[in-house]
Structure formats: structure tokens, C-alpha cells
């Protein structure tokens, strides 16, 4: 079941600016993950566009970094 759902987040086409956004924050993954509520490899995964967070997640982040969520996440054909 795993594999079916990174092959449909591929399909997708969903990116994402974390890393870029975390960096210019100064914050670690661990860092951004205490102050969105969920561990560091949930982090890691969104980074690594193995996971697609949910819209109160990418809400979280997209407060964290005080930005609109779609300048964080971007979706592509």
C-alpha cells in the first residue's frame, strides 16, 4: 500500500520549498517539527516529496514561515 501512494504523490506533481524556507529560518528539521506538531520524519518525508501533509499541516508550516501556502507548495503537471 505504501509504494501505491508514493506513486500517486509522484503523479501528482506536488513540490515543495521547505528545506529552501528552513534554511533561510535558521531552523533544523527537528526545529520545524516541534513547532508544527509532528516528528522529524514527518519533515523529512514532506522535504523529500514522499509525503503530501495535510491542509493543517501545510497550514502550520505555511504559519511557521509566515508565508501563503502556495509559495511553499506548488503543484505541477
Known sequence: MPSLF???IKF???NNKIREYRQRFNLTQEQLAEKTGVTRQTIIAIEKNKYIPSLEL???IALVFKEKI???FT???
Open 12 to 14: 501528482m506533481g506536488v
Open 70 to 72: 502556495e509559495n511553499i
Open 58 to 60: 501545510a497550514l502550520k
Open 6 to 8: 508514493v506513486i500517486s
Open 75 to 77: 503543484y505541477t503537471k
